[in-house]
Antibody, heavy 119, light 111 residues
Framework: QVQLQASGPGLVKPSGTLSLTCAVS?????????WSWVRQSPEKGLEWIGE???????NYNAALRSRVTISLEKSKKHFSLQLTSVTAADTALYYC????????????WGQGTMVTVSS | QSALTQPASVSGSPGQSITISCSGT?????????VSWYQQHPGKAPKLLIY???NRPSGVSSRFSGSRSGNTASLTISGLQAEDEANYYC???????????FGTGTEVTVL
């Protein structure tokens, strides 16, 4: 049973960096899969942020690309999200999700972690 | 890249069938078979219901089915049950730089 658990600071100051981690259990983080971040807010709904594959290859939403970095920590069995220069518009519930290589859907999701950008 | 368009709400009585539409363009829904549907109960993570337009993952009820015609995909829920009350989202791979686009979401109410 694949399980994902996102975690990180619930409050980030404007212009700061949002850093989240997604712990993976029940599956090898090095397996033939990809790992994604998706966020949800009342204003924008669901928004795909980006993904990373076991090879280290990444894809990012062009609207966020200049501010986003997703990395994979295989030994620690987790992957991470960094979003720089945050504003109130980045306030959202952040989900991590799994995607199979060669597929284009998210088959397992973590519970999500709420991040508020405020001073 | 604009979000895919879904009706804000759909309702039906227990046992009835309802259909949720998801309207996109030839750059997403109409151009690729990579349309998926998710169910989200309040306070919960989305759950995959349908992938590749009409495929159901193992464990998902056969009451859920997907289809597509042109640039519009649809999710049909047959034999509506109280537990189907939730929000439903479509998503599609897109040839734009966004890569994945989500629908605006539909709230399903069981009367």
């Amino acid at each position: 049973q694949v399980q994902l658990q996102a975690s990180g600071p619930g409050l980030v100051k404007p212009s700061g960096t949002l850093s989240l981690t997604c712990a993976v259990s029940g599956a090898s983080i090095s397996s033939f899969t990809g790992w994604s971040w998706v966020r949800q807010s009342p204003e924008k709904g669901l928004e795909w942020i980006g993904e990373i594959y076991q090879s280290g290859a990444t894809n990012y939403n062009a609207a966020l690309r200049s501010r986003v970095t997703i990395s994979l920590e295989k030994s620690k069995k987790h992957f991470s999200l960094q979003l720089t220069s945050v504003t109130a518009a980045d306030t959202a519930l952040y989900y991590c999700a799994r995607i199979e290589v060669g597929e284009y859907y998210f088959d397992h999701w973590g519970q999500g972690t709420m991040v508020t950008v405020s001073s | 890249q604009s979000a895919l368009t879904q009706p804000a709400s759909v309702s039906g009585s227990p046992g009835q069938s309802i259909t949720i539409s998801c309207s996109g363009t030839s750059s997403d829904v109409g151009g690729y078979k990579y349309v998926s549907w998710y169910q989200q109960h309040p306070g919960k993570a989305p759950k995959l219901l349908i992938y590749d337009v009409s495929n159901r993952p193992s464990g998902v009820s056969s009451r859920f089915s997907g289809s597509r015609s042109g640039n519009t995909a649809s999710l049909t829920i047959s034999g509506l049950q109280a537990e189907d009350e939730a929000n439903y989202y479509c998503t599609s791979f897109t040839s734009t730089s966004t890569r994945y686009v989500f629908g605006t979401g539909t709230e399903v109410t069981v009367l």
